[in-house]
């Protein structure tokens, strides 16, 4: 059934909606894709590096024109030599030349040099007419037609004598051969004539070889007597030519490369000019939306890295691929460098070429015309077509859009006024395209602004000679890119790529142009200041970076790795050099307790098959520190390091943001007091102790029911089973290890002792064996009494020798004798005084200010008001700065005991600590007693601003050892409160719970019947040096066999981010610190920038906030230099000195990286202030961070700086040193290379 109509339906109106819609849908569609395709990353920046090289072909083409002066007498000088020739042949042919001659004379005279341009171009002239003389011409035809027909007589010559020569040597052949037949039937009168003809056809071909030869002669003959005249003027025209060809040789070439590039019409020429030629040829056609799709200008390049996978989680046969040439396509052309790049938007040198290239097409007419043959013409020069096509096809549109409406109107027809556009719109479009062909070729070179970031993106790597160089040591096609700088190399977009900002002012920068750099992998791309961290995954060595004297091709890296050394990371930290038998960095591992030097050969070589660590503890021994200082010195020390000297390597534990007693809850504000007088009282007592023999090591060594002593009586007695007899062993081995570090001037008398102990132990053990076999086979005691007789002898010797080597281990005081260089006693008298005089004399002579500084080297001796010793400088910091020794070893009125202490030190460091650095000088006790009188006699002019922090109230102490005590086994709050209940109560633990704790527990000395508050005091001590990890660094009694308590680093460099306990690390860095756009700079540094800013005409929103950051210090700097200033200035300048050194600056990058929750930020607030994220963490006190703070530049004031000078310096060198560190770890990815 026909459908029917509605009423108020209209057909074609809706039509035409639908047909209007579709269209802007359809436009619509194209105009994004249109906008899509000119926002593509890979696609725009590849363009414009077409740009780019284009123009730097222009200009390096042109930098090769000789200047047109050099040409112009190179041509003159030709064109006179040429005239030379023509009238020596004339004068070869006995022409009359004179008149020619005369006028050739006279032109030669004219320099073209001193000429203006209209006498020049008389000289052109005079010179054209001279060339086109009649006479001149005829003659030069006759002579170079004589010259070509003894040419062609000689070539004949030459050829009938070679012929004449084959067929004579080919037809002595044939006689030789017929000869050799006819031989073996002997000589008749047939082979007679045979002979006779060939002898005569030979002779025959021999004269005529010699008549062909006589002829090449008299024709060379003749031809040299003829070439004689002209040799002289055609060497000279020959050396004109050269010097020419040698001023237009490079600009030649680059004409040449053009033309072929051009004639091959390849899309991608593999030279700069080609490139160029290419590039305005043809690339410029497709770079837009559809048209590219039939000629795509632009690739994704890619590099495939088989032998570097993506990772350890990946599959290992998923290679890296690595497609960052993409974008950086000019990272490898030598050609393409910074500079270059940054002078293209110079629009005066642009004016400057451009002359320049109108010039090179006048040298290309020229040199044309005057009959050179080039290989281009002046069209492959460079240039942009211009000539105002723009304005005419404006013209021509506009004229067809008038035509069509005036049509259209007269006709009254709506279809011949679009008809008359359409095909006035095709013909104006092809019109334009003629013009625009046609065009002839302005010679312009246009100038290319790039911005910094483009700049970098297209300029070659700043050390092709070390990377990316196919003849570097790590070329492109097997190391790419993401090997050194991490990031996402599949990526062509640079948000994907995982780009790092350098800086604060490039992150926003970067997040104007790309609305910030987001990328979903954990493994974004170094920042350029870390980027030698990669280093570290080849050059696990580390010091093979530094290739010639101190220079370092990883600077950076290499400064970390020597911060890591001399501070001692890894007594806390462990650094493994190996993974499963490969290698995978840099191996720093403390080594082994007692160091491998002090251990028998036999112990030895078996420590080796181990693979022990080789990295000396750091700190000094503390064994002896009872006999150096006092418990309240060590004290503050412990408090204050810094205070004390600043340059230490000793971190602070103390005192930081988090942990001073106003930060802390009121539960924990005592803590710092208590542990740190625990602390000091353990490694006194300890000392003392061992000095004595009676420490705690050692005591639960020998003593108790599982102690040495008892299982050797059992030993002896009745045998042991085959754990007890490893627990002996062990023990023993413990006993040896112990005597080693508290005796190591004995070690050879150890190690002896030992050896005899351990084969006593074994020969009673074989004993113990054989009786118990008796005993289980029924043997009567009767039979037994020979065997258990064999007991005796060996049970005595056992206890003899285990009585030598405990004395062995106990140390001799230094008050009772001195060891000299050789390990021998020496004798020195307690009451003999030394000469302070000779001391400082020796001191500076004997070498010491090579690894220390004194501020007494720095002034001159002087006695009686004469000078007896000048100053030195003393810089040095491989050792400890001096000082302030009187005040470390003296502390109390024992004066002559320091001085011992320190005699034995020169004379021996070894006997305090053995593996000091500190080398035997080879002193005289004499010289060593002058050096330790004038050292000890020297006091510091700072005093030490820190107060002794006291002892703690036994209320404290308990609270404090309460807190350790509840983490020990087996003890809950139940047990806690009833062993060590609050107060001053002393309660102590049951012996019979005693019983049942290890043998080296701690929590032996509360036992109920010795607890005491000096027994707290050493509990809370020796649990707190546990907790903050001292015996890292330091040799402590009661530490013999701890581990590291530190993260480890062998791989913490691709830790992924979401295990870092960020905390609150970026709120407190906020409250705490002054942010600043850039590092922080030095005074020179700051001065220099400021008037770079101040010059600047521009400055954009991050230059002007660093220009006031810049002027504020400018300012501070010029108070502190007047000396004018009055007390109102005086009092502004200390008021904001105070307020600068108040200032901590932190750089704004590292923020924003905290606040990303990326591993630099984390790695560099924990460097900087590793208690920051204990801020706002409610805590129990040894679940505190244990981490220190260090000084890792150890920076010292140099002689007259400013207070505001040291401040900003000292502020920098740390930044340097803190991002130095933080490349080594970054570096530390524990992953062995291919």
């Known amino acids: 059934m026909a459908s029917i109509p509605e009423k108020n339906r209209q057909p074609k109106t809706i039509d035409l909606f639908i047909a209007v819609f579709c269209g802007w849908m359809i436009l619509y569609a194209l105009s994004w894709m249109w906008h899509d395709f000119s926002r593509y990353h890979a696609a725009t920046t590849q363009h414009l590096f077409r740009d780019v090289e284009a123009t730097i072909a222009q200009r390096q083409m042109l930098d090769q024109m000789p200047e047109m002066g050099q040409l112009d007498n190179a041509c003159h000088a030709i064109r006179l030599a040429k005239i030379e020739v023509s009238l020596t042949y004339g004068l070869a042919l006995n022409r009359d030349m004179s008149i020619l001659k005369t006028k050739f004379d006279e032109l030669k005279t004219f320099k073209l040099d001193e000429l203006d341009s209209v006498n020049r171009a008389k000289l052109e002239r005079r010179l054209t007419v001279l060339e086109a003389d009649p006479a001149l011409r005829s003659a030069t035809a006759q002579y170079l037609a004589r010259r070509m027909e003894l040419q062609v007589r000689y070539d004949r010559a030459k050829e009938a004598y070679r012929q004449s020569q084959t067929t004579l040597e080919a037809e002595t052949k044939k006689v030789h051969v017929a000869l050799a037949d006819a031989a073996p039937f002997g000589r008749t009168e047939a082979n007679a004539q045979r002979a006779a003809i060939a002898e005569s056809r030979l002779a025959t071909l ?157 040298q290309i007419d020229k040199r044309t015309a005057s009959g050179e043959k080039l290989g281009f013409s002046p069209e492959n020069l460079p240039g942009d077509r211009q000539g105002g096509v723009g304005l005419c096809a404006l013209l021509l549109l506009l004229s067809v859009l008038v035509a069509s409406v005036c049509l259209g109107m007269l006709e009254q027809s709506w279809r011949v006024g679009f008809w008359t556009l359409v095909v006035g719109l095709v013909l104006s479009t092809m019109t334009t395209a003629g013009l625009a062909y046609l065009m002839p070729r302005v010679p312009q070179v246009k100038a290319l602004a790039l911005s910094p970031g483009q700049i970098t993106q297209y300029c070659v790597h700043p050390r092709l000679d070390l990377f990316v160089g196919p003849n570097s040591p790590h070329p492109m096609a097997k190391f790419g890119c993401v090997v050194c700088h991490a990031g996402q190399g599949a990526s062509t977009e640079f948000g994907g790529a995982g780009h790092s900002p350098h800086d604060a002012s490039q992150a926003a920068l970067w997040l104007q142009q790309y609305g910030g750099v987001t990328s979903g992998s954990s493994d974004p791309m170094l920042a350029a200041r870390f980027t030698e961290a990669a280093c570290l ?43 499963e038998g490969r290698h995978v960095g840099p191996d720093m591992r403390l080594e082994p307790s007692p160091a491998l030097e002090l251990l028998s050969v036999t112990q030895r070589e078996k420590a080796k098959s181990y693979q022990p660590g080789s990295m000396r503890k750091v700190g000094p021994s503390l064994r002896r520190l009872a006999e150096k200082t006092s418990e309240e010195w060590t004290r503050k020390w412990v408090l204050d390091p810094r205070g004390f000297r600043d340059d230490t390597k000793m971190p602070h534990f103390y005192n930081l943001a988090t942990n001073r007693p106003e930060a802390l809850p009121d539960n924990q504000k005592a803590f710092p007091q208590a542990e740190i007088a625990a602390i000091s009282h353990y490694l006194i007592t300890e000392s003392k102790n061992s000095l004595q023999g009676a420490d705690f090591t050692r005591q639960m060594l020998l003593r108790g029911k599982s102690g040495l002593e008892s299982l050797q009586a059992r030993l002896v007695q009745d045998g042991l089973d085959q754990s007890q007899m490893q627990e002996l062993l062990d023990l023993s081995q413990r006993m040896t290890d112990l005597a080693l570090l508290s005796n190591p001037i004995a070690a050879r008398l150890i190690n002896d002792l030992a050896d005899q102990q351990r084969q006593l132990q074994q020969r009673l053990g074989d004993i113990a064996r054989r009786l118990a076999d008796l005993r289980s086979r029924g043997t009567p005691e009767e039979s037994m009494k020979a065997t258990l007789s064999e007991r005796a002898v060996p049970a005595a010797e056992l206890a003899e020798v285990t009585a030598a080597l405990v004395k062995a281990s106990v140390p001799v005081k230094i008050g009772d004798r001195l060891i000299g260089a050789d390990g021998r006693p020496v004798t020195l008298s307690a009451d003999e005084k030394g000469n302070d005089v000779a001391g400082r004399l020796l001191f500076t002579e004997k070498g010491c200010l090579a690894c220390h500084a004194h501020e007494g080297t720095t002034k001159a001796m002087k006695r009686d008001g004469k000078t007896v010793v000048y100053s030195v400088p003393s810089e040095a910091n491989f050792g400890p700065e001096l000082s302030r020794l009187a005040e470390k070893l003296a502390p109390s009125t024992d004066r002559t005991s320091a001085r011992l202490w320190l005699v034995q030190w020169l004379l021996n460091p070894n006997v305090h600590s053995p593996r000091t650095r500190m080398p035997i000088t080879s002193l005289t006790p004499q010289q060593a007693n002058d050096i330790a009188t004038w050292l000890l006699a020297h006091k510091s002019e700072q005093p030490w601003p820190v107060n002794d922090p006291g002892q703690p109230s036994l209320n404290n102490l308990v609270d404090l050892a309460r807190v350790y005590l509840s983490r020990a086994s087996g003890v809950g709050s139940k047990e806690l409160d009833q062993y060590m209940p609050a107060g001053e109560k002393l309660v102590g633990i049951p012996p019979e719970r005693v019983a049942t704790m290890s043998r080296d527990a701690d929590e032996r000395i509360l036992a109920s019947d010795i607890i005491s508050e000096t027994a707290i005091k050493w509990y809370v001590g020796k649990k707190a040096i546990g907790k903050l990890g001292c015996y890292g660094c330091h040799d402590i009694p009661g530490f013999e066999r701890s581990a590291p308590n530190g993260v480890a680093l062998t791989d913490w460099g691709r830790k992924a981010p979401q295990v870092l306990p960020f905390e609150d690390g970026a709120a407190y860095v906020r409250r705490t610190y002054h942010l600043t756009p850039t590092a922080p700079r030095s005074r020179d540094e700051i001065e220099a920038r400021y008037k770079t800013l101040l010059t600047k005409k521009e400055r954009s929103a991050g230059d002007e906030r660093e220009f006031l950051e810049l002027e504020k210090m400018h300012q501070l700097f010029e108070m502190e230099s007047r000396t004018d200033l009055d007390d109102k200035g005086q009092d502004e300048l200390k008021k904001r000195l105070a307020q600068y050194t108040a200032e901590k600056p932190y750089e704004e990058l590292f923020l924003q990286s905290l606040e990303q929750r990326r591993r630099e930020g984390y790695l560099h607030l924990k460097l900087a202030e590793p208690d920051s994220f204990d801020y706002n963490r409610s805590r129990a006190w040894d679940e505190r961070l244990r981490m220190p703070q260090f000084n890792l530049a150890r920076t010292r004031r140099a002689k007259g700086e400013s207070d505001a000078a040291f401040k900003a310096r000292s502020d920098k060198e740390e930044a340097e040193a803190r991002e130095a560190v933080m490349t080594f770890v970054l570096g530390l990815e524990g992953v062995p290379i291919p």
Not at 233 to 238: G, I, S
Not at 295 to 304: G, L, N, P, Q, W
Not at 550 to 567: C, D, M
């Open 206 to 362: 021999k004269a005529q070889s010699v008549t062909a030869q006589e002829t090449v002669d008299r024709v060379q003959d003749e031809k040299r007597r003829f070439d004689e005249p002209l040799a002289p003027v055609e060497k000279r025209l020959a050396e004109r030519e050269a010097e020419r060809n040698k001023l237009t040789e490079a600009f030649d070439r680059y004409g040449k490369v053009a033309t072929s590039a051009a004639d091959a019409s390849t899309s991608q020429p593999a030279t700069t000019a080609g490139i160029a030629k290419a590039t305005e040829g043809q690339g410029s056609r497709y770079r837009r939306p559809l048209l590219d799709f039939f000629s795509s200008s632009t690739e994704v390049r890619e590099i495939a890295l088989a032998d570097w996978t993506a990772g350890e989680r990946a599959s290992q046969n998923a290679s890296r691929t690595d497609r960052c040439i993409t974008c950086h396509q000019g990272i490898d052309r030598a050609e393409f460098e910074r500079a270059m790049l940054g002078k293209l938007a110079d629009t005066d040198e642009s004016k400057r070429l451009t002359v320049k290239l109108a010039a090179a097409r006048q």
């Open 537 to 579: 995954k080849c050059h696990h060595q580390v010091t093979d970076l530094i290739v010639k004297g101190n220079k370092s091709e990883a600077p950076r890296l290499v400064q970390g790795y020597q911060i890591a050394q001399e501070l001692g990371c890894f007594g806390c930290h462990d650094i493994n050099g190996t993974k």
